[in-house]
């Protein structure tokens, strides 16, 4: 078994070029640096740095450790975070609210890990596609699309969600598969919400649609989901959603490129609250590894 503090001594020193700049962010010596990065070398039996006066730059076999490094090291975060958690009383109650879809087919599986790590705490989610309004505690965390912009929120970028044009293959099969952008203007999409705003969002990514094109619609993404399943027409879907469903595939692929930045929010007194910033971080974490 690797011995943890070498590991912490090699992702140091490749994030920051020099056994002296890793020291400094280590708090260590830089000698102590060094000999914990030969120790690892030796122990391996592989030249991770090439070495000169003043940098430090990983070989290949140093590059390709690294990404294990660094899984480790997020495994260590982790653990240490749940460690405080847990000695800081990790209990109750907290609401997460989202999109009905993402409240249905991504968070279930992310929260199944929260409650691995925290078998105390309760997590009641509002699955809504409104907006909710942290500002009046309806809800304590809240994942959304779109960064706020009032002054006492906090937000967190947990990255770009992949996200296309879907439609069922049994629709594709009776209406065929666009070849181009100019085609889909033969072809129904359903609504959510508003039709205006609706056709606005899609003309802004480049997509043809116009009011004869919605056939159909709703203010609900699980009932607009499986619309599009049951051949109903064409809609928007993250990759990591559709990809759970074998009965739909990707109108376009990479054409109708729609990735929506994803933000987790909770308001700045809440993130004071030792459970909420503690969930608030496994979540933003958890979520960033599915690249929602």
């Known amino acids: 078994m690797f011995d943890w503090n070498r590991m912490r001594a090699l992702l140091a020193t490749a994030e920051t070029g020099s056994l002296s700049a890793a020291a400094r962010k280590l708090g260590l010596t ?5 000999r914990q990065v030969s120790a690892l070398e030796e122990e391996l039996g592989l030249a991770l740095f090439e ?3 003043r940098s430090m730059t990983l070989t290949d076999a140093g590059r390709d450790l690294l990404t294990d490094a660094r899984a480790m090291g997020d495994a260590a975060n982790r653990i240490a975070m749940l460690a405080y958690g847990r000695g800081q009383t990790l209990e109750g109650t907290v609401r997460i609210t989202a999109s009905d879809m993402m409240s249905a087919y991504v968070l279930p599986d992310t929260l199944l890990k929260l409650r ?3 078998p105390r705490l309760r997590v009641d989610v509002i699955a809504s596609n409104d907006v909710r ?3 009046k505690r309806e809800a304590d965390i809240a994942i959304r699309h779109v960064r706020p912009d009032q002054s006492d929120l906090i937000a967190r970028s947990i990255g770009d969600a992949p996200a296309n044009l879907y439609a069922s293959k049994g629709y594709l099969a009776a209406r065929g598969r666009p070849a181009q952008l100019s085609e889909l203007e033969q072809h ?3 609504s959510m919400g508003d039709d205006t705003l609706f056709m606005q969002a899609m003309h802004e990514r480049g997509i043809p649609v116009r009011a004869e094109n919605l056939r159909s619609g709703s203010t609900s993404g699980i009932t ?5 399943r049951k051949g109903f027409g064409i809609f928007p879907m993250s990759q990591d959603i559709a990809g759970q469903f074998d009965d739909v595939e ?3 692929g990479e054409v109708t490129d729609l990735s929506f930045p994803v933000w987790l929010v909770t308001h700045r007194d809440l993130h004071t609250s030792r459970r909420i910033r503690l969930v608030f ?3 933003a974490e958890m979520l960033g590894e599915r690249e929602v």
Request: a negative charge.
């Open 250 to 252: 990707p109108v376009l």
């Open 51 to 53: 070495r000169t006066a």
């Open 188 to 190: 129904d999409f359903i």
């Open 224 to 228: 607009i989901w499986e619309m599009v």
């Open 116 to 118: 691995a790590l925290a």
């Open 30 to 34: 830089q000698p102590t640096v060094g």
């Open 281 to 283: 971080d496994l979540l």
């Open 133 to 135: 309004d942290i500002l």
